[in-house]
DNA sequence: ATTTTTTGTTAGGTCTACCTAACTTTATTA
DNA sequence: TAATAAAGTTAGGTAGACCTAACAAAAAAT
C-alpha cells in the first residue's frame, strides 16, 4: 500500500502527463508547484517513488510513471471522482462543495469500498464536473471535445467538463447558468480580446477569453468518436 | 481541527471511561494496549493532549476527559458508527466486514458530510453491532441491557448489541444465527463452567460463557427505560 | 515493613514528510 | 560564446508519532 502524500504525487503526476491538453512534460518545480510543497520536498519523494518502480526518471531529467506507478494514480482518481459523484447525487452536494472532502476521501483504502460504491452510484462514467471516471482497470472513456474558446461563433455546444476547480469560478459558472449537460451557444466574440458573448437559457451573458478557456463542450449530436467532421456535427 | 492520532486517542479514552461496565478508571498503560502502542507513546499524547486541554490528568494519576475532549471522541465515534451504518445499509458490508474500513472513515474532516450523510441514512439511532449512535451534540440513547450470561434460564432477549468487534467473534456468531434485533431463549445453563444452551430460530446451540458475556440483550417489551422491573417486563 | 511486581515516566532514537539555504546543471538570452 | 536565469539537487534541520531501554513511583504480596 501507498501512503497518503504517495498518493498525492501519483495522482497529480497522472494529471499533468496524461490529463493535460498540451506540454506532458513534467519536473520537479512544477511538480512541486502544483502539490503546493517545495521543490526539494518533491524531488526527495521522486527518489523514493524510484525505488519502488512507480516513476521512472534520472537526475535532471523529465519525469514519467511506470506502468505500475500509472495505475497507482488513477486508482486515486477513479477514487476521487466516485467520491465526488456520490457526494453530489446521494448527498446533495452542490459541484463546487466536493473537492476538499473527496481529496480526503481519495485516502481510504479498501477495494471493496470502492467497486461497491462504483455500483451503488450505478457505474457513473463521468464525475459532477464532467471529468470522465477510470474503470476498474485505470480506463477512462475520452469525449471527443474542445474548449468553448474555440468554439466558432453561432455554434452551440454541450457542456461536459471544466478546467477550473476553483470555488471562485465554479460560483461564477453557476451564477450565469453554466453547468455540465447544459447548452451553450457562442453568440459572438470580440476579436480585440476575445470578449465572447455566451447565450445560456435564453439569456446573454459576456464573459472573458479566460473563462471560456476552461469549459469544455462537445457536438451535441457526436458527442463520443475521434473525428467529429466526418459526422452530422454541429461544430 | 485535530491529527488522526490525537482523534484516535480521545475515541479510546470514551470508550474505555465511558462505555464500559465497570473499572472506567484508565491509565496509561490499559490506553497504549487498547491502542497497541507502547506506554512511553501514550505518555507523550497524553502530554500533548493535557496542553490542548483536552484530558486532565496529573503525573501518575488516572485519565479523564474534559468536556472539551468527550464531545471531541464522541465526535470520532458518531462518525465511525455512522459510516458502519452507511456500509450495511447501502453498499450490502457484512457486520464483520465494516470495522476495519469506519476506522479510516471516521477521520474525514467535515461537518456537512456526517451530517448529510446522517440524513441520508435517516438518523439511526444504532450501528449494525448495535451500538448508540451519538447524535450532533454527543448524546447517546441507551437502552437498559443486560448481558446474555446474566438472563436467568427460561427468559429470552432481543439482541441489542455486542461486546466484541472481532472476525472471529461476529462469524461465529452469524454462524449460529445470533444477530442484532434476533430473539435469543436461554434454554440451559450448566453451573458447573457456564456452558450455556441458547434456542435460536428454533434451533439449540451450547456456548461458552464467554460467549455470552459479549452479547447485550435487552427485554423485547421494554427496550428503553431504566428500570425494567416496573413494567410488563420479560426478565 | 520489606520486597516484588505493576504501572508510569524520561531520555534518546527512528522514520516520514515537510522545510531553508547553498549549490549545480541546463536552458535562455545578450 | 559568455552571462544570466531557471530548474533541479543536496545537505542539514524540524515536527509528529512512533520506538527501546533505563528508571521512578505506586500497588500488591510476602
Ligand atoms: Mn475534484
Ligand atoms: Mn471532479
Ligand atoms: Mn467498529
Ligand atoms: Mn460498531
Known amino acids: ?31 512541486a508547484l502544483y502539490l503546493n510543497v517545495k521543490p526539494a520536498t518533491a524531488n526527495d519523494m521522486l527518489k523514493k517513488l524510484r525505488e519502488k518502480s512507480l516513476v521512472s526518471y534520472v537526475k535532471y531529467g523529465k519525469i514519467s510513471l511506470t506502468v505500475e506507478g500509472q495505475k497507482a494514480g488513477m486508482d486515486v482518481v477513479r477514487k476521487h471522482r466516485l467520491w465526488e459523484t ?8 452542490a459541484w463546487d462543495e466536493v473537492h476538499e472532502v473527496a481529496e480526503q476521501l481519495e485516502h481510504i483504502k479498501s477495494k471493496k469500498l470502492v467497486n461497491s460504491l462504483d455500483d451503488f452510484l450505478q457505474n457513473p462514467k463521468f464525475d459532477p464536473h464532467g471529468d470522465a471516471i477510470p474503470d476498474r482497470e485505470g480506463r477512462i472513456l475520452i469525449p471527443y471535445q474542445r474548449l468553448l474558446s474555440e468554439v466558432s461563433i453561432g455554434k ?35 476579436s480585440y480580446d476575445g470578449q465572447t458573448t455566451l447565450r445560456v437559457e435564453n439569456k446573454d451573458h459576456t464573459v472573458s477569453d479566460k473563462f471560456c478557456m476552461n469549459i469544455h463542450v462537445v457536438c451535441p449530436t457526436c458527442k463520443l468518436g475521434k473525428d467529429c467532421s466526418k459526422n452530422d456535427c454541429s461544430f
Not at 504525487?9 to 506540454?23: E, M, N, P, S, T
Not at 459558472?173 to 447548452?183: P, Q
Request: charged share 25%; glycine share 10%.
Open 86 to 93: 456520490f457526494l453530489v447525487e446521494k448527498l446533495d452536494f
Open 1 to 31: 500500500m501507498f501512503s497518503q502524500a504517495e498518493e498525492n504525487y501519483l495522482k497529480a503526476l497522472v494529471q499533468l502527463i496524461h490529463f493535460r491538453d498540451q506540454g506532458n512534460e513534467v519536473g520537479t518545480n512544477e511538480l
Open 156 to 190: 452551440s455546444g454541450k457542456v461536459v467538463s471544466v478546467k477550473d476547480n476553483s470555488n471562485s469560478f465554479l460560483q461564477y459558472a453557476d451564477k450565469i447558468g453554466v453547468r455540465i449537460g447544459g447548452m451553450i451557444e457562442v453568440a459572438g466574440r470580440e
